[in-house]
């Protein structure tokens, strides 16, 4: 069964930093795009920050760059997202999910899904 598991929520102060982890099982991420989205209640989920497995090409939404990092472990077969300088903006939930190939912006176009993980940040 192929499956992303998401890991490292929690609640920050402002200005704080989290790593969420995105661990796929039952396939291998090599020749997948793996991205990283965040939806507040009610709202509709948007990319943060996407890699290419397998060369290492990132992308990010504007108002995360220089604030986030996405990167890989092959070894591990998981995805990170480093989130440094958080603000209260940044609380949501934060999914990753996977498709063939490259990076798209339409979260239509991704095949799986974690469960997501909770990010509070607040004072």
């Known amino acids: 069964q192929r499956q992303l598991v998401e890991s490292g929520g929690g609640t920050v102060q402002p200005g704080g930093s989290l790593r969420l982890g995105c661990a796929a099982s039952?396939?291998?991420?090599?020749?997948?795009?793996v991205g990283w989205f965040r939806q507040v209640r009610g709202g509709e989920r948007e990319g943060v920050a996407c890699?290419?497995?397998?060369?290492?090409?990132?992308y990010y939404k504007e108002s995360v760059k220089g604030r986030f990092t996405i990167s890989r472990d092959g070894a591990k077969n998981t995805v990170y997202l480093q989130m440094n300088s958080l603000k209260p903006e940044d609380t949501a939930v934060y999914y990753c999910?996977?498709?063939?190939?490259?990076?798209?912006?339409?979260?239509?176009?991704?095949?799986?899904w974690g469960q997501g993980t909770q990010v509070n940040v607040s004072s």
């Open positions: 999910g996977a498709k063939i190939d490259l990076c798209v912006p339409s979260v239509r176009s991704y095949n799986y």
């Open positions: 890699i290419t497995f397998t060369n290492g090409l990132t």
């Open positions: 039952g396939f291998g991420l090599d020749h997948h795009a």
